[in-house]
C-alpha cells in the first residue's frame, strides 16, 4: 500500500520545511517537498533531499551498544555489509557488543544511582543541542528526567546566545520581518548571511525581489555563493561589524536620513546613540573593517534611502568575542531608518519568540526543586572540555549526549577529547550514527529519525507551525528521544505523572498556552495533523502585544513593529538600554576589536583569523558520513588567499599544518580568493574522517561572547605551514 504522509524536517536550519514522504509497504521510498508550505514551498536543500540515504543507511545505530574496548576514535565507525541497506547491522566484536535496551537502562539507572549517592546529583551532566529541534524531542521529557533527577543543568549557548542576547538589548522579542516579504524590498543587506547554505528558501523571494529590480548586497569575509550572487559583495574583516554599523549611522544621522517622526515615537537613547557614532567616522571604520570610506558612505547612503529595505542577519556575526555588540549595533538600523514600517522592510534574525509552547509545562523545571530542594547548577556546554577536566565538587562523573556530537562541534576539541577520554566517566550517548561521540561512549542507544516520530515544528524563519508525522516504525530497536527518557525515569522510580504523557499529550500541552489567545483559536493538534501547514503564528501589531495568529489571508503583512511594540522594558527600540551598564558594557553601543584577531591585544599573536565555518552541505557536523552528501562537499581544505599562500611557499594542493596553541589540524590548501588577505577557512566535518582524528574545533577556543557566553568560532588565530612532501605525519 502506498501513503504519502506529511513531516516536517526538525534540522538545526532557519527553514523547517514542509517535507513530504513517500511509504510502500512500510518503507520510505520517497521524499519531497510539500508544495503546501507557504514559505519552503516543495523543495528541499540537496542534503535533505538524499534522505533515504540517511535514514537506510548501513551505519545507522539499530541497537543498544556496550563498549568492550579503550575509549577514543579508530576503527569503530560500524559498517554493515554493502548492499543491505536497513538490514541487521554487526558489531565490530572488538569494540561493541551488542546488549538489550533492559540491560542497557537497567545499567545506566544503577551508574546514575551510584554516582549520585558518592557525589551528589549533580554529577550527571545532561548534553544536547540541535540534533532536532522538533518541540517534543527537543526538549520536553529530556528535562523533566534531568530535572526530576537533579542533575547538572546544561546553558545551551553554542550558537545563537550572544546574537539573541543582542536582538533582545534592542527589540526586547526575537521576531522581525517574515521571508514572504522579502519579495518586496528593494535592498536587501545579507550580513553575516550564508544564504545558499544554510537558509535556502529565502532565496526564490529574494530573487522575485531582484527581477523587479531590487539590489543585494552581502557582507561576509568569505566569498560564498551568495556573495558570488549580488550585485555588490563586500568582505568585511572578520569581528568588525559594529563598526561598520556604528559608521553607517555615523553617515546616516550626519546626513539626517533618518526618521525622525518613527525615533521620535518609537525609540529610546537617540541623542545618545547621536553622540556615539560621532566617534565612528567611515574613515577611522574603514581602518578596522577593510571597507572603504567611499562604500561605507554609499552603503549608509543606499540603505537608508532606497526604500523599502530590509536586513538579514546571520548567526555568522555573533560568533566572535564581541558579537552581541555587533548585532545590537546592527539592528538599531530599521529603527533610525524606520523601515520597520514598510512592508519587505525590517530585519530578519530569529523569529522563534512568536509564540510560547508552553514550556515550562513540557519542561517542568520546578522538579528540580523535587530533587534537589533548590535549583541545579549550571554548566556552560561550550566549556565542556573544562568541565570534564577542571570542574569540581562535584566533578562530573556521568554525561548523557543525546542530539548533539560535542566530539565534533565543541571548541577546544582536544580538551574535549581529554575529558572524554577519562575512563572514570560514565558516558552515554543516544544516536542516530556512530558519530565522533560515540568513539568515547560506555553505552551507545539507538535513536528514530523523524521519519520515525512524531513531532511538532516550529521554525526560526518563518512563523508556521506543523506537525510531523510519523511515516515508518522505528528501525531496529531504535526509540525517539521522549521514549528513552520515559524509560529511564520508570527506571529510577520517578512517580511524577508527567512521565506517562504521550507524544499528542505533550504537543496538546504545547498548544494548551495558546488558547487564551483569540488569534490561535481553533488551532489544536487534530487540526495541525489534517491540515498541515495552512496555520502559522504572526503577530498582531494592532492590538499591543505581539501574538499568535492563524494567517487568514495569505497576503496579509506582518508587521511586528510598525506601530513601536517593542517588546524592552520601555516599550520602544532600546538605542539606550540601561541593564548592558550593569554588564559592564557600553549601553548605547561600542566596538572594540576582539582581543583574538589581527586588531586585538592579543599576546603571542598569530598572524592569520581562521573563519572555522559550517559546510553548505552538512549541517553543521550531521551528514558529514553519508557518502552521497560528501560527494556534493570537498573536505579537508584550507582556504588561503595568493598573497598569504606566497609568503608561506604553499601552493594550491600543498599539505599545510593550521596551527595555534591549542592544536593543529592537517588540511590540503585551496587558493581560490575566497578570503581576503590574513584570513584562512575551513569547515566543521566530523573528526574521525580526517588525518589525525581532528575537528576543526581543536583550533578553537571556550573563550565566551560579550553577551550571551556564546560560542567564539570565529575569532580564531592561526598560523598556516606547508607541509613538506616528504615529511611524516
Ligand atoms: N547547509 C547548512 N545549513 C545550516 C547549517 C549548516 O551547518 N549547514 N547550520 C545551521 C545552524 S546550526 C545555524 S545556527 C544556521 C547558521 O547560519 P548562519 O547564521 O548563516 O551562520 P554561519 O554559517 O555561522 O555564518 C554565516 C556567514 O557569516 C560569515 N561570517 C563569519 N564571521 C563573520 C563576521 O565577523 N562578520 C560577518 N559579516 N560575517 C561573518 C561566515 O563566513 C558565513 O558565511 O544555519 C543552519 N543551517
Ligand atoms: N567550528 C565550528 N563549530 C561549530 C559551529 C561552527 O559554525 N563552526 N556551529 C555551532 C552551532 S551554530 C551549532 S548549532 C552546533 C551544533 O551542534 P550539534 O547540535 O551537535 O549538531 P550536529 O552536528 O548536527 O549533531 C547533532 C547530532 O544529533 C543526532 N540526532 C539527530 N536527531 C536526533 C534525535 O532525534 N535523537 C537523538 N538522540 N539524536 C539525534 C545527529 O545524528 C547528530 O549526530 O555546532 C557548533 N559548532
Ligand atoms: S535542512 Fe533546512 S533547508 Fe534542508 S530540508 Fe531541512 S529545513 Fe529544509
Ligand atoms: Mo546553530
Redesign the pocket.
Known sequence: MKRIVHAACP?????ACGVLITVQDGRATKIQGDPRHPVTRGFL?A?VAKYLDRVYSPERVLYPMRRIAAKGPGEQRNFSPPGQPGAAVPTQAQVWRRISWDEALDEIASRFRAIANEYGSEAILPYSY?GTLGTINGSTMDRRFFHRLGASQLDRTI??AA?EAGLKSVLGVKLGTEPEQFRHSNYIIA?????H????HLWPFIMEARRNGAKLVV????R?R??ACADWYLP??????AA?ALGMMHVIIGENLHDADYVAKYTLGFDQLRDKVKEYPPERVAQWTGIAASDIRKLAREYATTRPAVIRL????Q??ER?GM?TRAVVMLPCITGSWKEVGGGLQMSLSEAVDLNSEALRRPDLMKTALGREGRTINMVKLGWALNTLNDPPVKALFVYNCNPASVCPEHNEVVRGLLRTDLFTVVHEQFFTDTTDYADIVLPATTFFEHKDLQKAYGHYYIQVSNQAIAPLGECRPNVEVFRVLAERMGFQEKCFHETVDEMIDLALDSTKKDPWMQGIDRERLEQEHVRFNFAASSSAGQPRAAVRTRSDEPFLPFANGNFRTASGKAELYNEALQAQGLDPVADFTPPTESRHGKNVNKLPLEL?A??????????FSNLPAVQEMEEPGLLEICATDAEARGIREGDRVRVFNGRGEMLLRARVDGKVQPGVV?AH?NWAKMTPGFQSINALTSEKLTDMGNSAT??SVLVEVERIQPNAKQ
Open positions: 534540522h538545526d536550519c532557519p527553514d536543500c542534503k540541535g550558537c545563537s546574537g550580513w553575516a548571511s550564508n544564504i547554505g544554510n537558509n535556502v557582507i561576509d569575509p568569505y560564498t551568495t556573495a568585511i574583516n572578520p569581528g568588525t561589524d561598520l546571520n548567526y555568522g556575526i560568533r566572535s558579537g555587533a573563519l565555518r559550517k559546510a553548505d552541505n552538512f549541517l553543521n557536523s550531521t577557512s566543521l568560532f570565529y
